[in-house]
């Protein structure tokens, strides 16, 4: 059964770098059919994703979060990480690492995330 | 971004209800929508992919349809383990969106 745990200090002061590493348990995070990424539910609202990145290296971004994070991955370690720069309050949240599926149809390919960590809650606060 | 706007917002329902949540979004989708279930403290559960195909594990009381901008998640008869908050989810473009959520209360 495949799984996924995020790890990470729980409490980042403002304008620091938040930094968080999900492990892959398992299955292996070279599979070629999958992405993995990064969701996060701040307190009170909805979910909002972050980014995922292919064992590969390539990544993609939510536009409104990119000129401050970037996801890598480790591939010797089974693990891909987050890094959030210059954070501030808005920034607190849980944050879950997830894997990414695909359905393949002729229209092309629908996308879903069908194993999700069980979160890690940052607070950002002096 | 692609706006996906859920009603109603919360519900209060019976053990044995059938219970219908709706995900609307602000352009066509086709069918790329997914529906996850998500209780305090755990870890989101993806129900339903591409609008209508069941996960596997999944009870089959759980179903999805609609395509374009109009979806529906429909729980044919609530158990006790159900009452959580329900998300949609759209990966027709990016960024991913999610709707706001559904909660499901026990009446």
């Known amino acids: 059964q495949l799984q996924l745990q995020e790890s990470g200090p729980g409490l980042v002061k403002p304008s620091e770098t938040l930094s968080l590493t999900c492990t892959v348990s398992g299955g292996s995070i070279s599979s070629r059919s999958h992405y993995w990424g990064w969701i996060r539910q701040s307190p009170g609202k909805g979910l909002e994703w972050i980014a995922s990145i292919y064992y590969s290296g390539n990544t993609y971004y939510n536009p409104s979060l990119e000129s401050r994070v970037t996801i890598s991955v480790d591939t010797s370690k089974n693990q891909f990480s987050l890094t959030l720069r210059s954070v501030t309050a808005a920034d607190t949240a849980v944050y879950y690492c997830?894997?990414?599926?695909?359905?393949?149809?002729?229209?092309?390919?629908?996308?879903?995330?069908?194993?999700w960590g069980q979160g890690t809650l940052v607070t950002v606060s002096s | 971004d692609m706006q996906l706007a859920q009603s109603p917002s919360s519900l209060s329902a019976s053990v044995g209800d059938r219970v219908t949540i709706t995900c609307r979004a602000s352009?066509?989708?086709?069918?790329?929508l997914n529906w996850y279930q998500h209780k305090l403290g755990r870890a989101p559960k993806l129900l339903i992919y591409a609008a209508s195909h069941l996960q596997s594990g999944v009870p089959s009381r759980f179903s999805g349809s609609g395509s374009g901008t109009e979806f529906t998640l429909t729980i044919s008869s609530l158990q006790p383990e159900d009452f959580a908050t329900y998300y949609c989810q759209q990966t027709f473009s990016v960024p991913r969106t999610f709707g706001q959520g559904t909660r499901v209360e026990i009446k």
């Open positions: 997830a894997r990414r599926a695909e359905m393949r149809t002729v229209m092309g390919s629908i996308y879903y995330f069908d194993y």
């Open positions: 352009q066509n989708i086709d069918n790329y």
